[in-house]
């Protein structure tokens, strides 16, 4: 695919020959028609749509918390969702087929707010997860107002649940309501801060896991 730059010719659209000028986002480009063939895919492009399934089965629960957590970045040539397709493609493990997530790996957020610290998790009663980070104390980048995003997924189920600004970071706690079937079941959780403004986001940190009650 080539890139269209600004020049004598001015603007090109449409299908010349076996050549489309078309453009997408902030970009002009030109393409060549897809050619047909029943060619099989190699073992890597098997491996490739494998590892993308995976982290697109699981990315696809989070659209609208991953439009929040990447939205800050330039998606002048690619969506939220498409960047964050990318970085996490990267937390694929395994062996083909037995290809799997590396939960800790994954990435819902990314910016330049300070982190949370020293994030715990604990379940004493049921289909709730309590959910504590640290008191920064004189930290000047932090606000205690940035919005807290939390995140749990049960594998057992297949299935991710969010909460987001239902606290602040200087709640510095969460009761993190979860669906009663997440009962009984380790559960994957992650926090992250945006400000208030949704203008800026913290990097998506990784608490563990936590058996449910």
Same mark, same amino acid.
């Not at 330039?74 to 493609?89: Q, V």
């Given at each position: 695919?080539?890139?269209?730059?600004?020049?004598?010719?001015?603007?090109?659209?449409?299908?010349?020959?076996?050549?489309? +000028? #078309?453009?997408?986002? *902030? !970009?002009?480009?030109?393409?060549?028609?897809?050619?047909?063939?029943? /060619?099989?895919? %190699?073992?890597?492009?098997?491996?490739?749509?494998?590892?993308?399934?995976?982290?697109?089965?699981?990315?696809?629960?989070?659209?609208?918390?991953?439009?929040?957590?990447?939205?800050?970045?330039?998606?002048?040539?690619?969506?939220?969702?498409?960047?964050?397709?990318?970085?996490?493609?990267?937390?694929?493990?395994?062996?083909?087929?037995?290809?799997?997530?590396?939960?800790?790996?994954?990435?819902?957020?990314?910016?330049?707010?300070?982190?949370?610290?020293?994030?715990?998790? +604990? #379940?004493?009663?049921? *289909? !709730?997860?309590?959910?504590?980070?640290?008191?920064?104390?004189?930290? /000047?980048?932090? %606000?205690?107002?940035?919005?807290?995003?939390?995140?749990?997924?049960?594998?057992?189920?297949?299935?991710?649940?969010?909460?987001?600004?239902?606290?602040?970071?200087?709640?510095?706690?969460?009761?993190?309501?979860?669906?009663?079937?997440?009962?009984?079941?380790?559960?994957?959780?992650?926090?992250?801060?945006?400000?208030?403004?949704?203008?800026?986001?913290?990097?998506?940190?990784?608490?563990?896991?936590?058996?449910?009650?």
């Amino acid at each position: 695919m080539a890139e269209l730059k600004p020049g004598v010719i001015g603007t090109i659209s449409g299908k010349i020959d076996n050549v489309v +000028a #078309s453009n997408w986002r *902030a !970009i002009k480009y030109l393409r060549g028609l897809a050619k047909t063939g029943r /060619k099989d895919p %190699s073992q890597l492009q098997v491996i490739h749509r494998a590892a993308f399934t995976l982290t697109y089965n699981f990315l696809s629960q989070l659209e609208d918390e991953l439009n929040l957590g990447f939205g800050n970045m330039d998606t002048s040539r690619a969506t939220a969702f498409n960047l964050a397709m990318g970085e996490n493609m990267k937390a694929v493990g395994g062996t083909y087929p037995d290809l799997v997530l590396n939960f800790p790996s994954v990435v819902l957020s990314k910016g330049r707010l300070i982190r949370s610290k020293n994030a715990k998790l +604990a #379940s004493t009663a049921p *289909a !709730i997860i309590d959910v504590t980070w640290g008191d920064l104390k004189k930290v /000047k980048a932090q %606000s205690l107002s940035d919005k807290v995003t939390l995140v749990a997924y049960d594998p057992t189920d297949d299935l991710a649940v969010s909460s987001s600004g239902e606290a602040v970071r200087g709640d510095y706690k969460f009761e993190f309501e979860v669906p009663e079937s997440f009962s009984g079941h380790d559960v994957h959780v992650y926090l992250f801060f945006t400000r208030q403004d949704d203008k800026k986001n913290s990097q998506s940190d990784y608490c563990g896991t936590v058996a449910v009650f």
